[in-house]
């Protein structure tokens, strides 16, 4: 099973993907989460790409295929995967079809107004560790602002801030919703409604992929 998530940041891709991925026996390819383990290690790729993801950019697509396409290769991948993240730019979308030996199965596009994800973002907290996602209103930890699952610390992402998440929001329309054209063009697309409980869509994405 091979399958895009698609939608502004906050839809809920990488909550779905977490659920997706467990019942299916496949990783999460985020791409996000591969640029911040790459910062907080400092690495080359983590400087390279640290004053987009700040600002709420997007890093070069040249940077970015060149990982996923290093990653798609390696052993785990051989079931399927879920990109979280990946493509974000038509040109990424037609990179992805060049490295693939057989077709994408689905890219589902996430939809979800503007206003709902603002208000989502800005109670949005990752830990720190293991990248669990918990949110101050509608789905905090138990444990406060330490992780359930690994007792890491709940921190709020550097891009998480209002203005930040206002540019994310607008490079989305602008750079990666016409990806949904592509993937229409080609046949695979499915929009699902990604407002209100995670649990619902949850249900609908494990009954449409057949889990
Ligand atoms: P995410 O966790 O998916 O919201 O990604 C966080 C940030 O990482 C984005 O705002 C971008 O700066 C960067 N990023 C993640 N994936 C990509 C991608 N496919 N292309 C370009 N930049 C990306």
Redesign the pocket.
């Known amino acids: 099973m091979k399958v895009v998530f698609l939608g502004p940041?906050?839809a809920g891709?990488?909550t779905q993907a977490a659920i997706i991925s467990k019942a299916a026996g496949i990783p999460t390819i985020?791409?996000?989460?591969?640029?911040?383990d790459a910062m907080a290690q400092g690495t080359v790729l983590g400087k390279e790409?640290e004053g987009?993801?700040k600002?709420?950019?997007?890093?070069?697509?040249d940077?970015?295929i060149g990982i996923?396409k290093e990653r798609l290769i390696q052993p785990d991948c051989e079931k399927g995967y879920i990109l979280?993240?990946?493509?974000?730019?038509v040109a990424?979308a037609q990179a992805l079809d060049d490295m693939l030996p057989d077709a994408l199965d689905t890219a589902f596009s996430f939809e979800v107004a503007d206003s709902e994800i603002m208000a989502r973002l800005t109670g949005r907290r990752e830990c720190g560790a293991c990248g669990a996602i918990y949110h101050i209103k509608n789905g905090p930890s138990a444990k406060g602002s330490a992780c359930e699952k690994c007792d890491g610390e709940l921190i709020q992402?550097a891009?998480d801030k209002e203005e930040t998440i206002r540019n994310?929001m607008d490079?989305y329309h602008r750079q990666t919703e016409p990806i949904k054209d592509y993937y229409k063009q080609r046949g695979k697309l499915v929009c699902v409604d990604a407002s209100g409980e995670p649990e619902r869509l949850a249900k609908e994405l494990l009954k449409r992929l057949g889990l």
Not at 84 to 89: S, V
């Open positions: 940041p906050g891709k990488g985020s791409t996000g989460m591969i640029l911040r790409a987009y993801v600002k709420g950019e997007l890093v070069p697509d940077v970015i996923v979280d993240g990946f493509p974000r730019t990424q992402r891009d994310r490079v």
